[in-house]
């Protein structure tokens, strides 16, 4: 995030402090920052929904947040020389011009994959002229841009979220940069897309979420 293209902002000490994208609602910590800076920071923005902490950070995010939901989460980067093609599912790039086709998509969806649009890339995989699947960029740096995948309920499990995911990856790849994907360690279809695309572990993280609100755009 502290190398992101997107706009943060920053709170605490140097070496112990929080770092957000309001836009994101994506909050993290680094170092060791006193869990009153976190709950304070979390009050001043509050749009956001998910907090993300090292393994040995539990006990700050958890005195910090204590209603949160908490789960463990793998971090996984994409090391995999060759990319799987889309086959027969129709998919590319999203541009502007598709503004009239994202309002079929969830409104949180709908938000990412805008600002995705214009700050990032997002691919589509497209049935009767709606997109049933979507892959978009979160945060980016230099090197690294993070994935999400987010299918239609009725259009999962038919492989469209591969096949965006593989056309997305490797526009990545055209620039430089590796993908990456963040997944609970639970959601099992997601972690199989990530594996059959060619991303390997890379580490763990802890993620914290505000009570009620449901990340449904990871996965497909």
Same mark, same amino acid.
């Given at each position: 995030?502290?190398? $992101?293209?997107?706009?943060?902002?920053?709170?605490?000490?140097?070496?112990?402090?929080?770092? =957000?994208?309001?836009?994101?609602?994506?909050?993290?910590? &680094?170092?060791?920052? @006193?869990?009153?800076? &976190?709950?304070?920071?979390?009050? %001043?923005?509050?749009?956001? +929904?998910?907090?993300?902490?090292?393994?040995?950070? +539990? !006990?700050?995010?958890?005195?910090?947040?204590?209603? =949160?939901?908490?789960?463990?989460?793998?971090?996984? +980067?994409?090391?995999?020389?060759? &990319?799987?093609?889309?086959?027969? +599912?129709?998919?590319?790039?999203?541009?502007?011009?598709?503004?009239?086709? #994202?309002?079929?998509?969830?409104?949180? &969806?709908?938000?990412?994959?805008? $600002?995705?649009? !214009?700050?990032?890339?997002?691919?589509?995989? =497209?049935?009767?002229?709606?997109?049933?699947?979507?892959?978009?960029?979160?945060?980016? %740096?230099?090197?690294?841009? @993070?994935?999400?995948?987010?299918?239609?309920?009725?259009?999962?499990?038919?492989?469209?979220?591969?096949?965006?995911?593989?056309?997305? #990856?490797?526009?990545?790849? $055209? %620039?430089? /940069?590796?993908?990456?994907?963040? $997944?609970?360690?639970?959601? %099992?279809?997601?972690?199989?897309?990530?594996?059959?695309?060619?991303?390997?572990?890379?580490?763990?993280?802890?993620?914290? /979420?505000?009570?009620?609100?449901?990340?449904?755009?990871?996965?497909?």
């Amino acid at each position: 995030m502290l190398l $992101s293209n997107m706009d943060c902002e920053i709170r605490g000490p140097a070496g112990n402090f929080v770092v =957000w994208q309001a836009e994101a609602g994506l909050m993290a910590i &680094i170092g060791r920052p @006193d869990p009153f800076l &976190i709950r304070d920071a979390l009050a %001043t923005c509050k749009h956001i +929904v998910t907090l993300l902490a090292a393994p040995d950070q +539990v !006990r700050v995010a958890a005195a910090a947040a204590p209603q =949160w939901e908490m789960s463990g989460a793998q971090r996984l +980067v994409h090391v995999e020389t060759r &990319i799987q093609r889309p086959g027969l +599912v129709r998919v590319r790039m999203l541009s502007p011009r598709d503004a009239d086709a #994202i309002p079929n998509l969830p409104g949180n &969806i709908r938000t990412n994959v805008a $600002s995705a649009i !214009r700050d990032g890339a997002a691919s589509a995989a =497209w049935i009767a002229g709606q997109p049933v699947c979507v892959c978009y960029t979160g945060w980016q %740096t230099e090197s690294l841009c @993070d994935l999400a995948v987010f299918t239609q309920p009725h259009h999962r499990g038919k492989g469209y979220a591969t096949a965006a995911a593989a056309y997305l #990856i490797s526009h990545i790849r $055209s %620039t430089g /940069r590796l993908a990456c994907w963040l $997944s609970d360690e639970s959601n %099992t279809p997601s972690l199989n897309v990530a594996r059959k695309l060619g991303f390997r572990l890379s580490g763990r993280v802890i993620v914290l /979420r505000q009570p009620f609100v449901q990340e449904k755009d990871r996965h497909g």
